[in-house]
Nanobody, 127 residues
Framework: QVQLVESGGGLVQAGGSLRLSCAVSGRSFSNRAMGWFRQAPGKEREFVAVIGSSSSGGRTLYADSVKGRFTISRDNAKNMVYLQMSSLKPEDTAVYYC??????????????????WGQGTQVTVSS
């Protein structure tokens, strides 16, 4: 059974940085693309970033809103996925979720392609 646990959220001032972590249990972690999504109050959950599996070369994709500010990475030896967030803005405030992609080793943007989700970690950016 696959379980995901996010950590690293918190309160930060605009312009600051945070690093989110996602610990993944279960086999075949390196064969799965891993994504980050977020959901702000009153809004639908949206794609943030994805990193492909080892076989895909670890290709990364980002939402336009975070490109150049966020970096996704993974450590297959530790079964961990990270999201380094810099130059944070108040509009980045949301609950952030990590998830495993069930459809593409390269990673995809659609949340319905993901089959396992963590419980989320809150990120709040003050102005």
């Amino acid at each position: 059974q696959v379980q995901l646990v996010e950590s690293g959220g918190g309160l930060v001032q605009a312009g600051g940085s945070l690093r989110l972590s996602c610990a993944v249990s279960g086999r075949s972690f390196s064969n799965r693309a891993m994504g980050w999504f977020r959901q702000a109050p009153g809004k639908e959950r949206e794609f943030v970033a994805v990193i492909g599996s080892s076989s895909s070369g670890g290709r990364t994709l980002y939402a336009d809103s975070v490109k150049g500010r966020f970096t996704i990475s993974r450590d297959n030896a530790k079964n961990m996925v990270y999201l380094q967030m810099s130059s944070l803005k108040p509009e980045d405030t949301a609950v952030y979720y990590c998830a495993t992609d069930a459809t593409s080793a390269y990673g995809s943007r659609g949340e319905y392609n993901y089959d396992h989700w963590g419980q989320g970690t809150q990120v709040t950016v003050s102005s």
